[in-house]
Nanobody, 116 residues
């Protein structure tokens, strides 16, 4: 099992920045990929950014050039640096991890609200 604990959400004005953190515990050696998803009411949860254990990253087109995902392997923590935030970035952000057996793990979610 893998446990994920997120932090760093909050309220920010448009154009501002936030950094989300996701600390993994448990069988962290089994994690092959981590990422951030977001969800707004009435819509599906969608991928924002992902990073493999080898450091390969991918991003949703809507956040390319503004968001950066990176990880600190020593701390078993993945971060999402969000710059130039827009009101449409407002959502609940969830940390996700996938292990080598294709099991999915989710954090509890953290609210990000961007005011115009």
């Amino acid at each position: 099992q893998v446990q994920l604990v997120e932090s760093g959400g909050g309220l920010v004005q448009a154009g501002g920045s936030l950094r989300l953190s996701c600390a993994a515990s448990g069988r962290t050696f089994s994690i092959s990929r981590m990422g951030w998803y977001r969800q707004v009411p009435g819509k599906q949860r969608v991928l924002v950014a992902g990073i493999t254990s080898g450091g390969i990253t991918d991003y949703a087109d809507s956040v390319k050039g503004r968001f950066t995902i990176y990880r600190d392997n020593a701390k078993n923590t993945v971060y999402l640096q969000m710059n130039s935030l827009k009101p449409e970035d407002t959502a609940v952000y969830y940390c996700h991890a996938e292990d080598g057996w294709r099991n999915d793990y989710w954090g509890q979610g953290t609210q990000v609200t961007v005011s115009s």
